[in-house]
């Protein structure tokens, strides 16, 4: 890999690590953290087991 794929590379990631830090400042217990505050709708839970799944077929 040539440096222009190390920045961007690195950068992805301290990008993704400072958003996570970013939304999770207000948490304060591991049970608010699994449960996501309860905010979490039901599409978006579908669309996630259904992602996840599709992911896994995909693989196989």
Request: glycine fraction near 12%; hydrophobic fraction near 45%.
């Amino acid at each position: 890999m040539n440096v222009a794929d190390w920045v961007v590379f690195l950068g992805t990631l301290g990008g993704i690590a400072a958003y996570g830090s970013w939304r999770t400042r207000q948490i304060r217990s591991l049970n608010t953290y699994l449960k996501g505050r309860r905010s979490t709708g039901w599409v978006t839970i579908g669309l996630s087991v259904m992602a996840t799944q599709a992911s896994a077929i995909t693989f196989l």
